[in-house]
């Protein structure tokens, strides 16, 4: 692999081809860091509207660290993993105590913040600072075990060190910035993860092993994923004048901080989806009283939950139980009552204040 030639050719091509992305036209080290942060797991075209409104109510490093959490969670409503946007804040935070309110330039210094990692602290210190950094994701994993038809498993921290070691010979040291962008674009536009790459359009094929053999598909090699766990809940929507209960989840853990329906553990018949209801202080039903609302599935990334819903309208005096059992916790370390984990919420509500994540959407429009 001719490292000059191959960055000569990937940068020209990125000259003609880049896509235009808002935090790309104005790249400040904010910009860029919020930015990178939400394409964590997430498509490009899904980000650029919450990108747009993130910017809006929290336009710099300080709005960020300030911010009620409630709302920031809010804000990343949809974006899925909401660790992302906790970690954004907690950095936030130590950059306003630590650094004056001002991103540090380096890839070392940023990795030691919060949810920053070799790629994004490679991203921002080359994108936003000019810094000879290469900012090795998923897509540059990806061109270069084609390119050096690399036999490793892309998993294995030896194979990683491989293709780092490969990126920063080809690294542009004056424009590293666009170096590392246009790995990402040609990843997600030509030399793709799933279907067959188009070799054919691709800058690099004269520099491709993979591709002058015509066994890209073949790379990288992956190791077996493990199969997810299947976990069964009931999902229950209790209204009572107009408002629905709402529970938080505890401050660790999955969705961790969010708003969900309460849940039962496993998939309960309207029987018992009554029996528990009145266990935990709520009468004047029967079982007929229970309006089904259909089953739903929502996957992590090691977890998949197989949800059935049910719909209850509560006699207006229905208050939350002074204790609530075990049935309505799922995570172990929620098994104590806590009264501040638990809301009654109108649909205005839910929609302006309360964090309410993709898996429990299906219901949320039911409500």
């Known amino acids: 692999m001719a490292a000059l030639n191959l960055t000569k050719q990937l940068l020209m091509w990125y000259d003609r081809n880049r896509r235009i992305l808002p935090w790309r036209e104005d790249p400040t080290p904010y910009h860029v860091w919020v930015s990178e942060i939400m394409l964590q797991q997430t498509r490009v075209e899904a980000v650029r509207e919450y990108y747009d409104r993130f910017l809006h109510y929290l336009p710099n490093i300080r709005a960020l660290a300030e911010a009620d959490p409630d709302f920031l969670l809010k804000l990343w409503q949809g974006l899925g993993y909401y660790s992302r946007a906790r970690h954004l804040q907690e950095a936030a ?9 001002v991103l540090p330039q380096t890839a070392e210094a940023l990795q030691k913040l919060p949810g920053i990692g070799l790629y994004t602290a490679g991203a921002i210190s080359s994108i936003a600072f000019g810094k000879p950094e290469i900012a090795p994701d998923g897509n540059a ?6 390119l050096t038809r690399d036999e490793g498993f892309i998993e294995d921290g030896n194979t990683k060190k491989r293709l780092e070691s490969g990126m920063r010979e080809a690294l542009d040291q004056k424009r590293p910035g666009a170096f590392n962008q ?3 674009d040609l990843g997600s536009l030509i030399c793709l993860a799933h279907g067959k790459p188009l070799c054919e359009q691709c800058p690099l094929f004269f520099e491709c092993e993979a591709g002058q053999n015509d066994v890209a598909e073949a790379y990288p090699h992956r190791r077996p994923k493990k199969s997810r766990r299947l976990e069964e809940k009931t999902v229950l929507l209790l209204e009572r004048n107009g408002q629905v209960l709402l529970k938080r989840q505890p401050a660790k853990g999955l969705l961790a901080g ?35 609302l259909g089953s739903a599935k929502h996957i992590f990334s090691h977890i998949e ?8 309208v509560l006699d207006g005096k229905a208050e939350v139980a002074s204790k609530m059992p075990e049935p309505w916790c799922v995570f172990e370390s929620d098994k104590d ?13 839910m929609a302006e204040r309360y964090a309410i994540p993709s898996a429990h959407q299906m219901y949320l429009i039911e409500s």
């Open 93 to 101: 935070r130590i950059v306003c105590e630590q650094y004056g309110g």
């Open 141 to 146: 994993y990806r061109i270069f075990a084609r």
């Open 182 to 184: 246009a790995l990402m």
């Open 258 to 292: 969010m708003w969900l329906f309460p849940m039962l553990e496993g998939k309960k018949s309207p029987e018992a989806v009554t029996a528990a209801l009145r266990e935990h202080g709520f009468s004047n039903f029967v079982a007929s009283d229970l309006q089904p």
């Open 305 to 312: 939950w197989h949800m059935t819903g049910y719909r209850l």
């Open 337 to 349: 009552y806590d009264a501040a984990a638990f809301a009654w919420a109108a649909p205005e509500e």
